[in-house]
């Protein structure tokens, strides 16, 4: 009986040594972050959003205006200062949209293409959006890059394929699931303020985990975001209500120019 106690309290003593390290990891990963400041954010942001100028050719004209514009909507409805915000849209068939550190987001025009309406896209806009507000960037990057890492891309000289490689971790791989989470239902949270019916934000994920859309292989975004069934069943529930009084995120002239702009 003695001995089934004694390893009954050792189970419980692992269970709380384990519990208090695992704690502690977070801890660190938090003091990493806020360590960085401002100044190193900046620098990679800079750093990425170089990168991606060379590679991309920019898309401007009604495709960019169709995009600043429901951007500019959504934060004005959340108080949230658009100049923050450094949106980028390139012209790529990938149905892409990711954030960059220092506030920058890059959309590509294949998602543009694929959004069957404004809402869509919002949704889509407004996702990436929150991973900013919710300082997602720069707990991702310390996450898969390492502290180290990114100090030295601020400071050393001939960082070029390094520089490469963390962009390209921003753009092709996923945050963990409840970062994602938390993106989506801020996302539900924005539109809802703005009177964006956050509905067919859901409709696009349930069509991407369909394969409804002509150009699955190019759905970057999905990769990305995996679940995207039960993402959008919770996005559904959690929208629920929500608005009352649905309106158009923009004129219907401007998004019937840009979409004829793509084609
Ligand atoms: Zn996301």
Request: hydrophobic fraction near 45%; proline fraction near 3%; glycine fraction near 6%.
């Amino acid at each position: 009986m003695n001995k089934i106690l004694w390893q009954g309290f050792l189970t419980v003593a692992m269970f709380f040594v384990l519990w208090g390290v695992f704690y502690q990891i977070d801890w660190m990963k938090l003091f990493e972050v806020e360590k960085l400041g401002d100044t190193t954010e900046e620098k990679l942001g800079d750093l990425m959003w170089k990168y991606f100028l060379q590679e991309e050719k920019m898309v401007k004209g009604d495709a960019e205006a169709v995009v600043d514009s429901i951007l500019t909507s959504v934060c004005k409805a959340n108080e949230i200062d658009r100049n923050l915000i450094k949106l980028h849209v390139a012209e790529k068939s990938d149905v892409n949209a990711f954030a960059l550190p220092d506030g920058h987001i890059m959309v590509y025009s294949g998602l543009i293409r694929t959004c069957n309406s404004p809402e869509e896209l919002a949704g889509v806009l407004s996702h990436e959006l929150a991973h900013i507000t919710n300082h997602h960037v720069m707990k991702k990057l310390v996450k898969e890059v390492g502290l180290a890492v990114l100090i030295s891309m601020t400071t050393g000289g001939n960082a070029g394929e390094v520089i490469a490689e963390t962009a390209r971790t921003l753009s092709s791989t996923a945050f963990d699931r409840t970062l994602e989470r938390e993106a989506d239902l801020a996302a539900v949270d924005y539109l809802a303020k703005a009177d964006i019916n956050p509905e067919p934000f859901a409709d696009f994920l349930f069509s991407l985990a369909l394969g409804e859309h002509k150009a699955t292989k190019y759905f970057t975004w999905m990769s990305t975001h995996p679940d995207t069934k039960e993402r959008a069943e919770a996005i559904v529930s959690y929208a629920k209500g929500k608005v009352t009084n649905p309106k158009s995120p923009v004129s219907k002239g401007l998004w019937d120019r840009a979409k004829a702009q793509l084609e």
